[in-house]
């Protein structure tokens, strides 16, 4: 594959449009693969527009892979969180797009439908014209944007509700480091939000990772001190770039044992998602091109 391969070009944009449909970096990339077997099948000569046309070969294929992939969902055990990345600081520059591929809005596209998840990522995020998301999901261009509009106030409805500034978002992080470092219970307290959430994806596979979201800020600082307390060994967490946002990596004795990430609104952690199933933290070791 040449370096001048519209497929190698524009790779980082196609991996960013699988991943933010499937919440799968692994699962994107299997599609990028399914993807680029068809683009080599192709006279390419006489594709006007390689750019929208492996865009819709992408969009196709992760819709085919959805399907597939719908019962491993459904049997999964305790909560379904995305599989985190580790992005550059750059990305937050693309406002737009670190909002899009934040672990909260991909968790927020989850309870969307295949086609109007793919429909509300190719028009929000990728800004793609209506009649060309219509040839990716196979509809016609009026239903594609009541589709759109439909999927736009369900996201409105669920999205965090404001857009933090980078520095009280590194501000807040830091402080919920310091605090789990340390076991400050009051620390904690002061960095949660009152009615915070938060959800831990363990996979079935980690033992202590709650399997119901737990709520309030004194019952999950509790949860939280006495997880570190009971954790057999040194737990250190520190700060690290998630989807295009400040995040934490929590390690065991050296060892990652799980990824987190926040909202943060008023100063104060709204959500946290935890990430601990060891089969999703495998790419935490480069970081991801993301790319629109």
Same mark, same amino acid.
């Given at each position: 594959?040449?370096?001048?391969?519209?497929?190698?070009?524009?790779?980082?944009?196609?991996?960013?449009?699988?991943?933010?449909?499937?919440?799968?970096?692994?699962?994107?990339?299997?599609?990028?693969?399914?993807?680029?077997?068809?683009?080599?099948?192709?006279?390419?000569?006489?594709?006007?527009?390689?750019?929208?046309?492996?865009?819709?070969?992408?969009?196709?294929?992760?819709?085919?892979?959805?399907?597939?992939?719908?019962?491993?969902?459904?049997?999964?055990?305790?909560?379904?969180?995305?599989?985190?990345?580790?992005?550059?600081?750059?990305?937050?520059?693309?406002? @737009?797009? /670190? !909002?899009? &591929?934040?672990?909260?809005?991909?968790? =927020?596209? *989850?309870?969307?439908?295949? #086609?109007?998840?793919? $429909?509300?990522?190719?028009?929000?995020?990728?800004?793609?014209?209506?009649? @060309?998301? /219509? !040839?990716? &999901?196979?509809?016609?261009?009026?239903? =594609?944007? *009541?589709?759109?509009?439909? #999927?736009?106030?369900? $996201?409105?409805?669920?999205?965090?509700?404001?857009?933090?500034?980078?520095? @009280?978002?590194?501000?807040? &992080?830091?402080?919920?480091?310091?605090?789990?470092?340390?076991?400050?219970?009051?620390?904690?307290?002061? $960095?949660?939000?009152?009615?915070?959430?938060?959800?831990?994806?363990?996979?079935?596979?980690?033992?202590?990772?709650?399997?119901?979201?737990?709520?309030?800020?004194?019952?999950?600082?509790?949860?939280?001190?006495?997880?570190?307390?009971?954790?057999?060994?040194?737990?250190?967490?520190?700060?690290?770039?998630?989807?295009?946002?400040?995040?934490?990596?929590?390690?065991?004795?050296?060892?990652?044992?799980?990824?987190?990430?926040?909202?943060?609104?008023?100063?104060?952690?709204?959500?946290?998602?935890?990430?601990?199933?060891?089969?999703?933290?495998?790419?935490?070791?480069?970081?991801?091109?993301?790319?629109?």
């Amino acid at each position: 594959m040449s370096s001048d391969d519209p497929f190698v070009i524009h790779r980082g944009l196609l991996f960013t449009v699988a991943y933010e449909l499937l919440g799968s970096a692994a699962d994107a990339e299997d599609v990028l693969q399914e993807s680029w077997l068809r683009w080599a099948s192709v006279d390419q000569a006489e594709v006007r527009d390689p750019r929208a046309y492996l865009v819709r070969i992408v969009t196709r294929q992760a819709l085919n892979h959805l399907r597939t992939i719908a019962r491993r969902r459904e049997d999964y055990l305790g909560e379904w969180l995305p599989e985190p990345l580790l992005t550059s600081p750059d990305v937050a520059d693309d406002v @737009e797009l /670190a !909002d899009s &591929v934040s672990i909260a809005m991909l968790t =927020v596209l *989850q309870t969307l439908g295949p #086609a109007e998840r793919a $429909v509300f990522v190719l028009r929000e995020v990728f800004d793609l014209p209506y009649d @060309e998301i /219509a !040839d990716a &999901v196979g509809r016609s261009p009026a239903a =594609v944007r *009541q589709i759109a509009h439909r #999927a736009k106030e369900h $996201v409105t409805a669920r999205r965090p509700r404001v857009r933090v500034e980078r520095s @009280e978002f590194e501000e807040v &992080v830091g402080r919920l480091v310091a605090a789990l470092n340390s076991g400050d219970l009051q620390g904690l307290m002061d $960095v949660l939000a009152p009615d915070v959430v938060s959800v831990a994806d363990g996979g079935g596979k980690v033992r202590g990772a709650a399997r119901r979201p737990i709520v309030g800020a004194e019952r999950l600082a509790r949860y939280l001190v006495g997880g570190l307390a009971k954790a057999g060994g040194v737990v250190h967490a520190s700060e690290m770039w998630v989807n295009g946002q400040p995040g934490i990596r929590m390690e065991l004795d050296g060892q990652l044992v799980g990824v987190v990430s926040l909202t943060v609104e008023d100063g104060r952690i709204t959500r946290i998602y935890s990430i601990a199933n060891p089969d999703k933290l495998g790419r935490l070791a480069e970081e991801a091109a993301l790319l629109r």
